[in-house]
């Protein structure tokens, strides 16, 4: 069993960054490919970033590719996504996922979610 708890949300200007952290519980956070996912408002949620177990591979949405990064600390069981040049489409709520493959891009795949924290951009 996985809990995954997110934080660093905010309100946050238009260019304006933000970094989102999300920590797991238990001893095999190692053992899990991460994503990050968002879910605006009335649409449904869609991938942003997915980093691989070691943390060696990554991959994102080309809605961020650039301006996001998805990184880990497996020693700290913890994975970021930190976030510059932050646009209103940005808006959304991130959701942090554990999945026993990678890359973890689909709704259906993780085995864990956590409970999202809210970004809110301002333009």
């Known amino acids: 069993q996985v809990q995954l708890v997110e934080s660093g949300g905010g309100l946050v200007q238009a260019g304006g960054s933000l970094r989102l952290s999300c920590a797991a519980s238990g001893r095999t956070f190692s053992s899990y490919a991460m994503g990050w996912f968002r879910q605006a408002p009335g649409k449904e949620r869609e991938f942003v970033a997915t980093?691989?177990?070691?943390?060696?591979?990554?991959y994102y949405a080309d809605s961020v590719k650039g301006r996001f990064t998805i990184s880990r600390d497996n020693a700290k069981n913890t994975v970021y996504l930190q976030m510059n040049s932050l646009k209103p489409e940005d808006t959304a709520v991130y959701y942090c996922?554990?999945?026993?493959?990678?890359?973890?891009?689909?709704?259906?795949?993780?085995?864990?979610w956590g409970q999202g924290t809210q970004v809110t951009v301002s333009s």
């Open positions: 980093i691989n177990r070691s943390g060696g591979s990554t």
């Open positions: 996922a554990a999945a026993r493959g990678y890359p973890v891009v689909r709704t259906t795949g993780p085995n864990y």
